[in-house]
């Protein structure tokens, strides 16, 4: 069985006489282990879909089945349980509390989920040295460079060992150095941890780490794109192609 | 066009401005009510005395009115400022659309014309109705009758709130002016950007801050407890002063040192949100030690002027109606000019009959009698350090008086007490003072005994016997040494009096003849004053007339005034600080929407944030609170040593009503606050 199948969803803007697809009859699976992720230019309904797995927006139809339960169904403290002990989230800003240390940050996560306070420490230190940031878990957001943050934030993401970690755009706000690190330990967390990562991205080289890639454009599925053996750079140049002529078919469409 | 964006701003920004505008609105209502009390009083049917009550009570309202409007003035104005402060983004826009400073300061304008203007009808309109519940009390507090209920508007009241009101609102007017003049639009933009810094004080420092404050705050308690009667007026405000010093030592370095402890307790840190919550908690009163400090003193000063103003309203009334069981007293009694100088008691019927008056002629019954006194009484035997000791030594001044048993008895027959027992060589000690019962009582215990006019006489009862002479509107009998009617001697005889009730009791004849009484006495003092100048009479006197009409409207006098003084200052204290609370509680939860939406994003339940933000928003409002109640245990002790002058016994259910009030008042700031806050960040999540 997949971790994740997504059947069919739309998700519609607008009144009876205008409505707008944001997302278009759109179906996909992810395996258990898997480091998928979703690309397409402005507009093309990447965040939505994410944000639609993620439990934050509601489809309009369809299902996403994770481990078997319609998520779609699931209503109020039933979501954020499910929300909570299911799904760990990275944000393009971060999304970091600024009133807390890195460390308190990343312990947070695991406190809201009633783990007990004494197996709390062995775990954020554990999550901080895989992504190197345990010497910045005593310091405050504000005192961090924007990498830093990003790999803390992952880390509360990971910490709780989730079944899929959720990425929307996680490198947006990071320099190019930053962005390969985190990208690394990623892929790293991904490939020693068997994190299953769903990441949206309109960055080719920050794909080019996944093991594979759909490409969505006017919220309909255009290309799907699989690592197999291929190096990451071999992959970087297939993604840079099928980009391309994501972007030349916008072009005709103007 | 500016108006319409005035008006769309109030709407818009609503959540911030409900609060400020419901304070202001209990401002102007609590403002009109207590300035229509005179006018409330002044329609009730008050006797002479009564009516002259009423002008008192309205002159010191009008007074204490000036510094209400002072109090809440500077509140408006605080919070007008912090609210503009907040909208700087808002007037960023403005200016790089290109309108002039000119016409956003109109924008304001107009909004604190709008705010103004409803603020004044809406409170006046509230005060109009909450005065005539107030109508009831006022009536209660002059222990009039209401008569039949009228609907009163108090035209007076309105022009002074609208006069008042109008004066603050131009001075924010004004302030505003000046602030948009001096707005730069970089600064404006960049204050958006300001990123939340979290400083944690330095714990060695914070530890060594609060030892001070609390040191500064024991020294200060120690001080006013000690020996309260002893305090000056001015030793009183530097003891104040030391408090506040405290109060703010202690706020500065509570909040870090509570993080540290609650930190320290990985247990209790680490469980559900609590690491969010106390760090919340923490930041939230560093940026507000100095309001708090205010807040907490004003608190403090509330629940001590309201519990002991209900005290002594309480005690007096209590104690006038059992302190006072006659109608009339004439206490004739000769000035001792030094102690050696002896004058010679002086009859007071024979006195008034000499001019032609009767002074027992308004009674129904009376009785006429005179005490003694003995330069040399003492007290021997006993095996205390207080025996031998002369009893004016602890304060009760001049000689202490001695009465014959058969005349309290009689005395005591006309009050419709019981009578006093006591054998052949035995006396008594009659107190209803509690520091002139607590010596008396030590002595009797101790096995003391008198010596009085040559003879030694031995005590009846173990401790002194509750009782009194004097008509008196509190319990200030300081000590009577009552005894057998043979043990005295007629050259010591001292002051006499002539106690009793009117034989007419109708009200407005009653009047009539208590006005009768004081001219006669006028009289008769003015005749002595003339014989005393012929050189017929030696020795001054004075008479003393003391009537139950009398003391009852003093007693209304000093109880109404404290009442509706300290209610109006406390409800405006009470008001002034739930309203700061409230506004930067609401503000705060506004900065922290963007904390919340994480939170939820990371899977935290709302229920779970619910709780987060009830914590938070109490311990905001509790600590002032729970500081100030901690003052204020120490400042009652201070409060109780003068209450208990006045006689009254307990505090218990003053205290009681004060504690209602304050969860009335500032309990109904913090719920409101914490349904608002529930609602800014509810309404943050969903937008996002």
Known sequence: MKLLSVRNIEKRYGHKFNVTKAIDGVSFGVDAGEFVAIMGPSGSGKTTLLNCISTIDTVSSGQILLEGTDITKLKGAALSDFRRKNLGFIFQDFNLLDTLTAYENIALALSIQKIVPDRIDERVNAVAKQLGIADVLEKYPYQMSGGQKQRVAAARAVVTSPRMILADEPTGALDSKSAKMLLERLSYLNQRRGATILMVTHDSLSASYASRIIFLKDGKLFYQLKRGQASRKQLFGKILRVVATLEEGQGDAR | ?688
């Open chain 2, 1 to 688: 066009m500016l108006a319409r964006l005035s008006l769309a701003n109030i709407r818009r920004s609503l959540r911030d401005y409900a609060i400020y505008f419901c304070t202001l609105v209990i401002g102007v209502a609590v403002f009109y009510v207590f300035n229509a009390v005179s006018s409330q009083a002044a329609a009730l049917p008050l006797t002479a005395g009564g009516s002259h009550v009423a002008k008192v009570l309205g002159d010191a309202l009008a007074a204490i009115s000036l510094f209400v409007a002072a109090v809440l003035g500077l509140l408006i104005v605080y919070a007008s400022r912090f609210l503009m402060k907040r909208r700087n983004r808002e007037f960023a826009l403005y200016l790089l659309l290109g309108m002039s400073k000119r016409q956003v300061s109109t924008i304001l304008l107009v909004e604190t014309l709008i705010i103004g203007i409803g603020s004044l009808g809406v409170g006046l309109v509230v005060g109009v109705l909450l005065s005539q519940l107030m109508s009831g009390l006022v009536a209660s507090l002059f222990d009039a009758s209401m008569g039949a209920y009228r609907f009163t508007v108090s035209h007076d009241a309105i022009t002074k709130a609208v006069r008042n009101f109008a004066i603050m609102y131009a001075i924010v007017m004004l302030l505003n002016r000046r602030a948009v003049a001096r707005m730069k639009l970089i600064d404006l933009m960049q204050s958006e950007r300001r990123s939340e810094q979290v400083r944690l004080k330095n714990p060695v420092l914070c530890v060594v801050v609060f030892v001070i404050g609390v040191a500064l705050l024991a020294l200060a308690y120690i001080a006013v407890t000690l020996e309260p009667l002893a305090i000056t007026g001015a030793a009183l405000t530097i003891h104040i002063i030391i408090g506040i010093i405290g109060t703010f030592l202690v706020f500065w370095s509570v909040s870090g040192l509570f993080l540290r402890i609650v930190m320290s307790m990985r247990d209790v840190y680490y469980r559900d949100l609590n690491c969010f919550t106390f760090r919340q908690v923490s930041s939230k009163i560093n940026t507000v030690v100095f309001s708090m400090t205010v807040i907490c003193i004003m608190l403090f000063f509330t629940i001590c002027m309201l519990s002991s103003a209900f005290a002594l309203r309480n005690g007096m009334y209590a104690n006038f109606r059992d302190r006072c069981p006659a109608d009339f007293e004439v206490r004739h009694a000769p000035i001792a000019m030094g102690s050696e100088e002896h004058v010679a008691y002086d009859d007071v019927v024979e006195r008034y009959a000499r001019y032609g008056f009767d002074v027992r002629a308004p009674l129904a019954d009376c009785v006429h009698f005179h005490t003694y006194s003995d330069p040399s009484l003492s007290f021997v035997g006993g095996r205390s350090a207080a025996s031998g000791m002369a009893p004016e030594a602890y304060g009760s001044g001049g000689d202490t008086e001695i009465i014959r048993v058969s005349d309290y008895n009689a005395l005591r027959a006309l009050f419709g007490r019981e009578q006093l027992e006591l054998g052949e060589g035995e006396f008594a000690i009659i107190c209803d003072f509690d520091k002139g019962r607590a010596f008396y009582d030590r002595m009797l215990k101790d096995g003391s005994q008198l010596e009085v006019f040559g003879r030694t006489l031995s005590s009846r009862y173990r401790q002194s016997q509750d009782g009194f002479v004097d008509l008196s509107s509190m319990r200030s009998n300081a000590g009577i040494v009552v005894v057998p009617d043979d043990a005295v001697d007629e050259a010591g005889a001292s002051i006499d009096r002539v106690i009793g009730n009117y034989a007419v009791q109708d009200g407005g004849q009653r009047q009539g003849i208590e006005e009768q009484c004081r001219a006669e006495r006028d009289a008769v003092e003015g005749q002595m004053d003339a014989e005393a100048d012929a050189g017929t009479l030696q020795g001054s006197y004075f008479i003393r007339l003391i009537t139950k009409d009398q003391i009852v409207s003093e007693s209304i006098t000093s109880g109404a005034l404290m009442t509706f003084v300290c209610l109006y200052i406390g409800l405006v204290f009470l008001v002034a600080s739930g309203a700061i609370l409230a506004l930067r509680a609401l503000t705060d939860s506004v900065d922290s929407v963007s904390r919340y939406e994480t939170l939820r994003k990371i899977g935290v339940d709302d229920r779970d944030i619910d709780r987060s933000l009830l914590i938070q928003t109490g311990l905001f409002f509790l600590l002032p609170l729970l500081v100030a109640c901690v003052h204020a245990v120490f400042g009652m002790r201070f409060m109780m040593a003068f209450i208990t002058l006045v006689g009254v016994e307990s505090v218990f259910g003053s205290i009681a009503l004060t504690v209602l009030i304050i969860l009335l008042v500032y309990g109904g700031y913090f719920v409101a606050t914490l349904a608002g806050s529930k609602r800014i960040i509810e309404a943050g999540v969903r937008s996002a």
